[in-house]
């Protein structure tokens, strides 16, 4: 599910041992670590406390916006998010506004045209981004990255387990096994371009009402990934674990990544305060998780639902009680990472 009205609402094996003696199961080589990830990630990914993240309607571009969520919650964010399409350019005074913020930078990175165009996007489709069609656009993004040299998490074609958006496998023409090849394509082309100033974010939709698609298909590989996340709004719930831990527990099957919580928000109701005091608790129990963005936004500045955790004193005060127990990361302060 997302939370902007532009889009939508929400959605292994191993070989038997058995047959080995003793002696062939104690020389097996150990199981292989996970690949290295990018200078940008290293940075990036704390050693201790967690991200507090936020995504309001004119984030990074309006400190003030910032500055209310600080006074509200009681802390200031020391992550924002941002999107952009793929008719948008990368924009350097996007990434400087947000570290001018005191915080590190998410960009969402959507590889369609418009929102209002809905799923059915041919040109976008994804044979067609790894066909090359785009590759133009991809690295003069990927060159203008690398040149500007200050890192970001880059949260490329999100929530691809749904059916909102047309990068779904099941949408605008797609195939199974076409998502991976377009993000190994776009990932390709950073490489090749040596950007090394991005943390590559692959983030899924929470298994409400897709609870039949299974996540380890759409998974690139940990060579092309270096920070896992998830979208998942609470609809009533209690628990946050009842909104996450479903999906976790799928990922962390094929993959031990970091995990940034990249959207969540509660719904309006009687349950709302009492399912932020617990966000904030399942959050401080994970030490897997290195953070989160809330979506704090009203129907009027682009979400679904009121999500905002100022929406009422109760729901404020379970936000700013939760915050106050956690540690939070200090943010680097986005030296540039010299290039390949």
């Known amino acids: 599910m997302t939370g902007c009205s532009g889009a939508g609402a929400p959605e292994r094996s191993a070989e038997s041992s058995a047959a080995e003696s003793p002696a062939e199961q104690s020389a097996a080589p150990p199981a292989p670590t996970a690949p290295a990830v990018s200078p940008a990630a290293e940075r990036l990914i704390p050693g201790r406390g967690k991200y507090f993240g936020v995504s309001t309607l004119k984030t990074p571009w309006s400190p003030q916006e910032t500055d209310m969520v600080?006074?509200?919650?009681?802390?200031?964010?020391?992550?924002?998010?941002?999107?952009?399409?793929?008719?948008?350019?990368?924009?350097?005074?996007?990434?400087?506004?947000?570290?001018?913020?005191?915080?590190?930078?998410?960009?969402?990175?959507?590889?369609?045209?418009?929102?209002?165009?809905?799923?059915?996007?041919?040109?976008?489709?994804?044979?067609?981004?790894?066909?090359?069609?785009?590759?133009?656009y991809i690295r003069r993004f990927a060159q203008d990255v690398k040149a500007h040299g200050r890192p970001l998490v880059l949260r490329f074609a999100h929530e691809m387990n749904g059916t909102w958006f047309p990068w779904a496998e099941r949408r605008n023409g797609n195939s199974a096994g076409e998502y991976v090849e377009a993000w190994r394509h776009v990932h390709d082309i950073f490489t090749e371009a040596g950007v090394?100033?991005?943390?590559?974010?692959?983030?899924?939709?929470?298994?409400?009402?897709?609870?039949?698609?299974?996540?380890q298909p759409l998974y690139p590989g940990d060579k092309y990934v270096d920070i896992i996340g998830l979208s998942g709004y609470s609809k009533h719930e209690t628990r946050a674990a009842d909104v996450f831990e479903p999906a976790l527990k799928e990922m962390q099957a094929f993959t031990r990544r970091p995990v940034l919580i990249a959207e969540t928000g509660a719904r309006p109701g009687d349950d709302k305060a009492l399912w932020i005091a617990d966000f904030f608790t399942w959050v401080r129990g994970r030490p897997d998780v290195i953070g989160f963005v809330w979506f704090e936004r009203s129907t009027e500045q682009g979400g679904k639902q009121d999500w905002r955790f100022a929406e009422t004193a109760e729901t404020q005060n379970a936000f700013r009680g939760g915050l106050a127990g956690l540690e939070l990361a200090d943010a680097p302060g986005g030296e540039p990472i010299p290039s390949g």
């Not at 915080?103 to 590889?111: D, G, S």
């Not at 090394?196 to 996540?215: G, M, Y």
């Open 70 to 136: 600080a006074q509200r919650a009681g802390v200031r964010p020391n992550l924002l998010e941002y999107f952009a399409k793929w008719t948008e350019d990368y924009r350097p005074d996007a990434v400087d506004a947000t570290y001018q913020q005191g915080a590190v930078p998410l960009l969402t990175w959507e590889p369609w045209g418009s929102a209002a165009a809905g799923t059915e996007q041919p040109e976008y489709a994804l044979a067609e981004i790894s066909s090359g069609r785009h590759d133009a």
């Open 196 to 215: 090394r100033n991005v943390a590559w974010q692959w983030s899924p939709n929470i298994l409400r009402t897709v609870e039949k698609v299974r996540l």
